[in-house]
């Protein structure tokens, strides 16, 4: 079974820093794809940015981009000129390409923004 | 556009209670359906999945079951409810087969059992 590991259960930046949240995960599978959820403070669940593992170009959205290392396992979310209203707990997420339609969470990391 | 809509917002339920938690789905069709559930500061449990109607996949034993009476519609139920069943529940969809998309979550349903 895949497992998704965030190891920084917190984290703070200055506001209008750049900060990078770390997620490994653990597969057997070639063909999937990732994804970094923002929960903020009303607990409403909102996708941030996806990768797919044959693509090897990092995706990027506005201030949100990843670093994807296949070969290690890897999906850091990198959040530049952070802002008030990033402060949120952030999940990394895994989904086979193939199989099953489950999506399978890490434990998440919460992000504290500093004015 | 597709929209999911999850109820009640907050719940306060006594011991031994019946729980149901109602979600749906507009502006699609034959979704997959999920419900999580997130104990307060942890990260998010499979409760159960669904591909089809009357199709339900259990993830973890427990005091709850689910049921997906039409193609759109997914209810997460419990005969008696205990202490351990508070949490913030979370419904979800998602495109059967296009896994790229991940899923689109409802705004979550916080139960407390007393």
């Known amino acids: 079974a895949q497992t998704v590991t965030q190891s920084q259960p917190e984290m703070s930046v200055q506001e209008a820093e750049t900060v990078t949240l770390s997620c490994t995960y653990d597969?057997?599978?070639?063909?999937?794809?990732l994804f970094w959820y923002k929960q903020p403070p009303s607990r409403q669940m909102i996708l941030v940015i996806r990768?797919?593992?044959?693509?090897?170009q990092n995706a990027t959205e506005n201030r949100f981009s990843v670093n994807f290392q296949k070969a290690a396992k890897s999906f850091s979310l990198k959040i530049s000129d952070s802002q008030l209203g990033d402060a949120a707990m952030y999940f990394c997420?895994?989904?086979?390409?193939?199989?099953?339609?489950?999506?399978?969470f890490g434990t998440g990391t919460r992000l504290t923004i500093i004015p | 556009s597709q929209t999911i809509h999850q109820w009640p917002a907050t719940l306060v339920q006594p011991v031994g209670s019946p729980l149901s938690l109602e979600c749906t789905v507009e502006?699609?069709?034959?979704?997959?359906l999920y419900w999580y559930r997130q104990a307060a500061g942890r990260g998010l449990q499979l409760l159960f999945y669904?591909?089809?109607?009357?199709?339900i996949s259990s993830e973890v034993p427990q005091n709850l079951s689910a049921s997906r009476p039409q193609d759109r519609q997914f209810i997460l139920s419990s005969k008696k409810l205990l202490l351990s069943d508070s949490g913030f529940y979370l419904c979800?969809?998602?495109?059967?087969?296009?896994?790229?998309?991940?899923?689109?979550f409802g705004s979550g349903t916080r139960l407390t059992v007393v």
């Open positions: 597969t057997s599978e070639s063909d999937y794809y």
């Open positions: 990768q797919e593992a044959y693509k090897q």
């Open positions: 502006g699609t069709s034959n979704p997959n």
């Open positions: 979800a969809w998602s495109y059967p087969l296009r896994r790229f998309y991940g899923y689109t």
């Open positions: 997420a895994y989904r086979s390409a193939p199989g099953n339609e489950k999506l399978t």
């Open positions: 669904s591909v089809g109607i009357g199709q």
